[in-house]
């Protein structure tokens, strides 16, 4: 790591770009209305169309990144990423602007897996590994919390096409510093590429994820979702059996019997669930209750950004020293414990005593994520790496969008009760009807009700509207809690502390990097 600091620079420049690609473009979406006119619709997709093709090429792209070479990978998918961000600020519509979200999705997919399997392919000691992936795990960790606050910051400079536009030359700087410094990596035994096996996974997955980001609106019970999940469930079984009888598959299958690399995998999802549901509700709750802007709001998330930093570098270092399956477990335990800290949270409730919180969550997610990610690398053989790489980024990704899916249709539940039976009778039925659309609206309609001369009622919706909020909120952090207690105990009982020594040791020292 010392002889090669530009190598990890690189590598760590190129997750921290993408990563923040996820959450910068959240604070533009009511920009977007006003100058795109984008519909609700619309507005989702600008957010989707990154993630759902994001998540959908992840084990294609680091499958054919262990086959055509990692570094080559890596600079194409940043050449896509940086060239989709630039037209995405020359846009002038909705339509186009989801359109270069495509690729700036598809950019991101080949970008993520070829990092962190060239960070195992360059960093081959474990010690020097995992240090490398606890900067790997930082770094992705406090990009997503960075979104926010560079996007407010960048809104209140210029433009909405200021955030797209920033993210090009960031791309363009990481392109170069992998051209300079990296060396060029490859399985060498890869022969032939596995097309069907490729189509399969993409479409497994993106059906799957296509089916929790509309569940919520279509409700889960719907003929429409659980026809999703089940077509999802079956091109899974049709991938899973392909891989097991090819000869030269994209993805071993047999590396879910580890225990290592499953109850890892499970850790990581059950860490981003809860990641991205706190994330839902928090920024509602500082919005609507604490009256922070979209800026402020970024600012006053720093504690979790700060402490998932640290604790990622920090939990590779104990999961080496102490063992992953007691570091992991501490870490989910810690994250239970936050979220039903968080769970009491009410109006009153100071910052200082949410700054308490989110620096108990953040190191949560530390101790979890970095280290199982560092259990997974060092389970797949190095020759593997883009698409064990990828499995990882894949667990992430699913773990997110299971996380807003669930714990937003929990929430939206429970909210739509409490308010049903406490909104007013006097209220008009169009006017019930909008407070149940949002609680942003509700809020309005409240503020509203009060200026045109009836301050009892709207004294009587807000306060509706506040007990349902917290209802739903605190509901949804304790089946968060629930999860990440149930993910302890897998932990516990699945998770080897160390991994095994391999069965032919000689076979770890066969080079992995191919001098340029």
């Given amino acids: ?32 209305v006003r100058e795109l006119h984008a519909s609700n619709s619309q507005l989702q997709w600008v957010v989707d169309a990154y993630n759902l093709l994001f998540a959908a090429l992840l084990l ?29 600020g020359l846009t002038t519509t909705s339509g186009q602007l989801i359109a270069a979200r495509c690729f700036m999705g598809i950019g991101a997919a080949m970008i993520f897996p070829a990092t962190l399997s060239l960070i195992s392919n360059v960093f081959t000691e474990r010690t020097e590994r995992a240090k490398a992936i606890g900067l790997w795990g930082a770094t992705a960790g406090m990009a997503i919390a960075l979104g926010p606050i560079v996007g407010g910051w960048l809104l209140e400079q210029s433009s909405w096409k200021s955030i797209f536009f920033a993210m090009a030359p960031v791309a363009a700087v990481g392109a170069a510093l992998v051209a300079w410094s990296m060396p060029t990596s490859r399985d060498p035994a890869a022969h032939k590429t596995d097309f069907p096996g490729l189509v399969l996974s993409s479409a497994a997955i993106a ?41 030269e598959p994209m993805l071993d299958v047999s590396l879910f019997r580890n225990p290592r690399f499953t109850a890892a995998c499970a850790s990581v999802t059950v860490t981003f669930f809860g990641l991205s549901g706190f994330s839902f509700l928090i920024t509602q709750y500082f919005q609507f209750f604490k009256g922070y802007g979209p800026l402020s709001t970024g600012v006053r998330l720093l504690p979790v950004a700060l402490s998932v930093g640290v604790m990622s570098v920090l939990g590779t270092k104990f999961a ?39 620096l108990l969550g953040g190191t949560g997610v530390g101790l979890v994520s970095a280290p199982a990610t560092e259990a997974i690398m060092g389970v797949v053989p190095k020759a593997k790496a883009g698409v064990g790489s990828a499995v990882n980024d894949a667990t992430r990704l699913l773990g997110s969008t299971l996380g807003v899916a669930v714990v937003g249709s929990v929430f939206a539940s429970i909210y739509n009760n409490r308010l049903t039976t406490r909104l007013p009778a006097e209220l008009a039925p169009p ?12 809020l309005n309609l409240a503020n509203g009700t009060g200026l045109i001369g009836h301050p009892a009622l709207a004294k009587s919706v807000h306060a509706a509207v506040s007990t349902a909020f917290f209802d739903g ?28 020594l391999p069965a032919h040791p000689e076979a770890e020292l066969a080079p992995a990097l191919e001098s340029q």
């Fill in 60 to 88: 294609a792209a680091g499958s054919l990144s262990d086959r055509l070479g990692r570094k080559g990978f890596l600079l194409a998918g940043l050449g896509v990423f940086g060239v989709a961000s630039f037209v995405g």
């Fill in 1 to 32: 790591m010392k002889r090669n600091p530009l190598i990890l620079v690189s590598l760590l420049l190129a997750a921290f770009v993408i990563n923040l690609d996820i959450t910068i473009v959240n604070v533009a979406l009511p920009t977007l």
């Fill in 431 to 442: 006017l019930a009807r909008t407070a149940h659309e949002s609680v942003g609206g509700a």
């Fill in 207 to 247: 059906l799957l994820t296509y089916t929790l980001i509309e569940a919520p609106r279509y409700g889960w019970s719907s003929g429409r979702t659980p026809t999703g999940f089940a077509v999802a469930a079956a091109v899974f079984a049709v991938f899973i059996v392909r891989e097991a009888t090819a000869a």
């Fill in 473 to 500: 909120f605190s509901v949804a952090c304790l089946v968060v809690a629930g999860v990440s207690v149930a993910g302890a105990i897998v932990t516990l009982l699945l998770l080897p502390a160390h991994p095994e």
């Fill in 320 to 358: 080496v020293r102490f063992g992953t399956k007691q570091v992991v477990t501490v870490g989910l335990v810690c994250l239970a414990g936050f979220f039903a800290w968080v769970s009491t949270a009410s109006v009153a409730t100071s910052y200082l005593e949410i700054v308490g919180q989110m």
